[in-house]
Nanobody, 128 residues
Framework: QVQLVESGGGLVLAGGSLRLSCAASGLTFSMYTMGWFCQAPGKEREFVATISGSVGDTRYIDSVKGRFTISRENAKNTVYLQMDSLKPEDTAVYYC?????????????????????WGQGTQVTVSS
């Protein structure tokens, strides 16, 4: 049974930092692209960042480039999202997701429909 468990969310002042973690179990971690998505109240779930399984290639939504960094430790079956210079508009529930590497990373990384497994989410709240 595949499980993705996020942690590290919380309340932070604008300009502050948070580091989200997602621990995976029940899958061959290195064979999965890992992504982070967010969903604010009343909005659709949105792509934030992703990292491929073996090479570690990364992609980000434009609004977080230069502020967020995605990384992974395959030996620990864990993916991270370092969030710096946080803004109130970053407030959302953040979800991690896993996509099997059989899909082409470069053409399938952005759509939530292309991810196979999801965590339960962790709340990030940025106050101004």
């Amino acid at each position: 049974q595949v499980q993705l468990v996020e942690s590290g969310g919380g309340l932070v002042l604008a300009g502050g930092s948070l580091r989200l973690s997602c621990a995976a179990s029940g899958l061959t971690f290195s064979m999965y692209t890992m992504g982070w998505f967010c969903q604010a109240p009343g909005k659709e779930r949105e792509f934030v960042a992703t990292i491929s399984g073996s090479v570690g290639d990364t992609r980000y939504i434009d609004s977080v480039k230069g502020r967020f960094t995605i990384s992974r430790e395959n030996a620990k079956n864990t993916v991270y999202l370092q969030m710096d210079s946080l803004k109130p508009e970053d407030t959302a529930v953040y979800y991690c997701a896993a996509q099997h590497s059989i899909r082409n990373f470069y053409t399938h990384y952005r759509s939530s429909l292309e991810y196979d497994y999801w965590g339960q989410g962790t709340q990030v709240t940025v106050s101004s």
